[in-house]
């Protein structure tokens, strides 16, 4: 029995959703931080390279939805005064910490959810082991921003918690770039080989699917 001490809205999420599949989930989608800080020109640490993503990505998600995945947005939501080492973005409550409006039509629906995270792993200090576990989806697909940062560190956090059939679709995560301060391509690269090597999690990619 999922315990009470799991909030209301995330066990309903899950009873409604192994309701729904019948308790066979064949994916579950992570969509990291496709929020208008990282997204929106206005964003506090906006990025061509993000926004690029969003065409690919929402027709990427259209089709997996209509063929049964399971979709959990992981948006940041900081609070003053947490420690980063970044522009203070994604405040809680905040316009920052929403999911794009490009991305909006699918919240609300079945089969899709929203994990609100103050870490770069999406594990951290938040119920998505949870979900993922009483879900038991045969594979678990990331996507998102950004690549060497929350992408990694959930990757990493999926991981070392013991999940398999991981999957990165390599052409919808990107990372930013700031000269002299952080170097996107670089990082972006260095970071889909430690994926790949070090954490032995599959590269894929989003026409091939």
Not at 72 to 90: L, M, N, S, W
Request: aromatic share 8%; hydrophobic share 40%.
């Amino acid at each position: 029995m999922i315990g009470s001490i799991i909030p209301e809205n995330t066990t309903d999420f899950i009873r409604k959703t192994l309701v729904s599949t019948g308790g066979e989930i064949k994916e579950v989608i992570l969509i990291i931080d496709m929020i208008n800080d990282f997204l929106h020109e206005k964003g506090a640490l906006y990025s061509e390279r993000h926004k690029a993503l969003v065409p690919e990505m929402k027709n990427f998600l259209e089709r997996k939805y209509i063929e049964g995945s399971v979709l959990i947005f992981c948006c940041d939501a900081h609070i003053k005064g947490d420690e980063t080492r970044y522009p203070v973005h994604a405040i809680s409550g905040t316009w920052g910490a929403e999911i794009i409006d490009e991305f909006k039509d699918f919240c609300g629906k079945e089969r899709v959810f929203t994990i609100l995270k103050r870490s770069p792993d999406a594990f951290l200090g938040t119920f998505l082991q949870t979900i993922l576990e009483f879900l038991k989806s045969e594979k678990i697909t990331l996507l998102g921003v950004c690549t060497d940062i929350c992408d990694k560190s959930t990757v990493q956090g999926a991981v070392y918690r013991g999940f398999t059939h991981i999957r990165v679709v390599s052409d919808l995560v990107a990372t930013f770039h700031i000269p002299e301060i952080h170097d996107g391509d670089s990082l972006h690269k260095a970071a889909l080989e430690e994926i790949k090597g070090a954490l032995g999690v599959e590269l894929i990619e989003a026409a091939r699917e």
